[in-house]
């Protein structure tokens, strides 16, 4: 059974980092579109590249700080 739980766990794994690929991708894309109104709104008009840095700044931040919690270990346990 041991063997079966590895390919179990190892089958999950992959499902899971394939899914998580999906919605960074599909969040940066929410950003890109996010920050480009912004730009427009405040009447700016700046290239193409900062755009795309600037949403992936912010998504990466985002992405950062929602697995921090997990890293960290609850005190009084």
Excluded: C, K, R
């Amino acid at each position: 059974m041991g063997l079966l739980d590895a390919f179990g766990s190892l089958a999950s794994a992959i499902i899971a980092g394939i899914f998580m690929l999906v919605f960074v991708i599909l969040s940066l894309f929410v950003t890109v579109f996010v920050v480009d109104m912004a730009a427009a709104i405040a009447g700016l008009d700046p290239d193409d590249g900062f755009v795309t840095l600037g949403a992936t700044i912010l998504a990466a931040a985002a992405i950062i700080a929602g697995g921090v919690g997990f890293a960290t270990p609850e005190e009084g346990q």
